[in-house]
């Protein structure tokens, strides 16, 4: 495991605009070994599709609704896969959200659906992968890889937030896309560790 620092001192390196944003008092949790079950893989997805298009204080309320219903990480996905629309509705998840995950889990329960084998998988596979998904899409996609993986290169140009964070540090456009991922190239293999500490910069 590469230690936070080195990276810090590269990132600042390639891009000297960094230091507004890299705080050493805060830990990167992408830098941590990710847990490669499918059961834990499942949680992390179904709270990204929750998050989906909404404000991260909406999505954490919503969230914290609907895994009060169950135990742990472990049991949620066959708690998931049994629950009903009427119950989606009353915990705030919307018709469609409820649709994609619990699709999701009953694929995994079946062997339809593997999300251990993405962690074989290069970023682009698995995000490819991924989004044959119903309600699994870039940004989505991009999320998943990032925390449920702990992939390191991983940069979401969908991310309304990350477009903010950069198009204040660089005095860009925010609606730029194309001068935005220009900017992010700059820190290859790392850009998901920036992506990271930009949104703690945000405080979202």
Request: glycine share 4%; with cysteine.
């Amino acid at each position: 495991m590469i230690k936070q620092d080195k990276i810090f001192k590269e990132l600042i390196r390639k891009d000297n605009k960094l230091k507004k944003i890299l705080d050493a008092s805060k830990n990167c949790p992408f830098l941590l070994e990710p847990i490669i079950k499918n059961e834990i893989l499942f949680y992390e997805l179904a709270q990204s599709i929750v998050g989906q298009q909404i404000s991260a204080k909406a999505a954490d309320t919503i969230w914290a609704r609907i895994v009060s219903g169950s135990q742990n990480k472990n049991s949620f996905l066959v708690y998931i896969s049994n629950t009903k629309l009427e119950w989606a509705r009353k915990q705030g998840l919307s018709q469609r959200k409820h649709e994609y995950i619990k699709s999701i889990a009953a694929n995994i329960i079946s062997n339809k659906l593997s999300l251990e084998y993405v962690a074989n998988l290069k970023d682009n596979e698995a995000k490819k992968y991924l989004e044959l998904q119903r309600g699994v899409g870039p940004w989505t996609s991009e999320m998943f890889l990032m925390f449920a993986y702990k992939r390191l290169d991983v940069f979401s140009i969908g991310d309304i937030a990350l477009k903010r964070a950069v198009s204040e540090i660089y005095n860009i456009d925010r609606s730029d896309d194309k001068a935005i991922i220009a900017i992010s190239e700059a820190w290859k293999p790392y850009r998901s560790i920036v992506c990271w500490y930009l949104w703690e910069y945000l405080g979202v």
